[in-house]
């Protein structure tokens, strides 16, 4: 038994301290590094705006591809179209609570208020960030079931 602890304890040891965590894709397009105040904020706007439409505009694709399939009734593409856009509706929903509700809590630097409570851009940046990372992760997850 107090093998696998001095294993554990080495293998532990080993790894590096420093990783770096991926970055997100709402830090990957607007770098804060690289921008800030009113140019980040614009660059966090753009982007949500540009993902949100990328979105919306792969779904119309999808029904398109949806219709367009011969080896389908009619009857299964209305309902295959009516599901996927039902899909859809509750994760714009899911989407919109998490990012408006939940994700200002999580910001990783909180600008602190004189009572220490959150002040400033910090809890609209993280809302941002929010709904640009889960309008990318939709995207890729419906590219890759649809666009092959």
Do not use: H
Request: proline share 5%.
């Amino acid at each position: 038994m107090r093998v696998w602890f001095v294993a554990l304890f080495l293998l532990t040891a080993a790894l590096p301290t420093g990783a770096q965590q991926p970055l997100r894709p709402s830090q990957a397009i607007c770098d804060a590094g690289k921008l800030s105040g009113r140019p980040y904020a614009l660059c966090l706007e753009k982007a949500m705006r540009d993902s949100n439409s990328e979105l919306e505009a792969l779904v119309e694709r999808i029904m398109g591809f949806i219709e367009m399939r011969a080896d389908l009734q009619q009857a299964q593409k209305s309902r295959w179209k009516s599901s996927l856009e039902e899909a859809q509706i509750l994760f714009v929903r899911f989407r919109n609570q998490e990012c408006q509700s939940v994700a200002p809590f999580e910001g990783t630097k909180p600008p602190e208020g004189p009572r220490g409570g959150r002040i400033g851009f910090g809890s609209f940046e993280e809302r941002l960030l929010c709904l640009i990372d889960k309008n990318v992760a939709r995207t890729r997850e419906l590219e890759a079931r649809y666009v092959k």
